[in-house]
Nanobody, 123 residues
Framework: QVQLVESGGGLVQPGGSLRLSCAAS????????MGWYRQAPGEERELVAG???????NYVDSVKGRFTISGDNGKNTVYLQMNSLKPDDTAVYYC?????????????????WGQGTQVTVSS
């Protein structure tokens, strides 16, 4: 099985910065893509930033120029550097990983989710 462990959330003032980390572990054969989603109260979960194994990135318009996603395929980790944070960025942030892995002799490819980490931007 595959587990995702996130860290780095917290409370920050507007204009501040936070760095989220996510590490995937388990019988991972390959990581196809990793990303960060967020969900604010009463809102749908949205993709914030994605990173493919080929190094391509994409961002939701509201974070372009402020957030940067990066990763280390060898360690199956992904980071989200968040700068110039705004109150609208307040949400639970979830790590997502599209990975291939083994269970016994069977190979699977599925999306996996972390448990979520709270980011609160407030003065």
């Amino acid at each position: 099985q595959v587990q995702l462990v996130e860290s780095g959330g917290g409370l920050v003032q507007p204009g501040g910065s936070l760095r989220l980390s996510c590490a995937a572990s388990g019988s991972i054969v390959s990581t196809h893509a990793m990303g960060w989603y967020r969900q604010a109260p009463g809102e749908e979960r949205e993709l914030v930033a994605g990173l493919t194994s080929g190094g391509s990135t994409n961002y939701v318009d509201s974070v372009k120029g402020r957030f940067t996603i990066s990763g280390d395929n060898g360690k199956n980790t992904v980071y989200l550097q968040m700068n110039s944070l705004k109150p609208d960025d307040t949400a639970v942030y979830y790590c997502n990983a599209d990975v291939s892995y083994y269970v016994g002799s069977h190979r699977y490819r599925r999306n996996h989710w972390g448990q979520g980490t709270q980011v609160t931007v407030s003065s």
